[in-house]
Nanobody, 124 residues
Framework: QVQLVESGGGLVQAGGSLRLSCAAS????????MGWFRQAPGKEREFVSS????????DYIDSVKGRFTISRDNAKNTVYLQMNSLKPEDTAVYYC?????????????????WGQGTQVTVSS
């Protein structure tokens, strides 16, 4: 069992940056693959980025490649999402998720644990 708590969301102008953090409870964090998903109003939750248990494999949705960077610090039980060059279309609630397979997965249904989300709003 792992509990996930996101932080770092907020309001930023287009072109700005934010860094999201997801702090995980429990000693088993290093064994989990981690992901970030987002959900905009009226839209389905979509995959943003993921990272495997060792941090050696990452994945991104095409629309954020070159702008977002996922990383993890297993000593701190934390995964990060650095978001640069933000666009209004990045506005959404961002969710952190963990999968017991330890892999960098992009499928929503393969994640067992979810945080409550943090709001990111990008103004034009």
């Amino acid at each position: 069992q792992v509990q996930l708590v996101e932080s770092g969301g907020g309001l930023v102008q287009a072109g700005g940056s934010l860094r999201l953090s997801c702090a995980a409870s429990g000693r088993t964090f290093p064994s989990y693959g981690m992901g970030w998903f987002r959900q905009a109003p009226g839209k389905e939750r979509e995959f943003v980025s993921s990272i495997n248990l060792s941090g050696t494999t990452t994945d991104y949705i095409d629309s954020v490649k070159g702008r977002f960077t996922i990383s993890r610090d297993n000593a701190k039980n934390t995964v990060y999402l650095q978001m640069n060059s933000l666009k209004p279309e990045d506005t959404a609630v961002y969710y952190c998720a963990a999968n017991i397979r330890g892999r960098a997965l992009s499928t929503y249904g393969l994640y067992e644990y979810w945080g409550q989300g943090t709001q990111v709003t990008v103004s034009s």
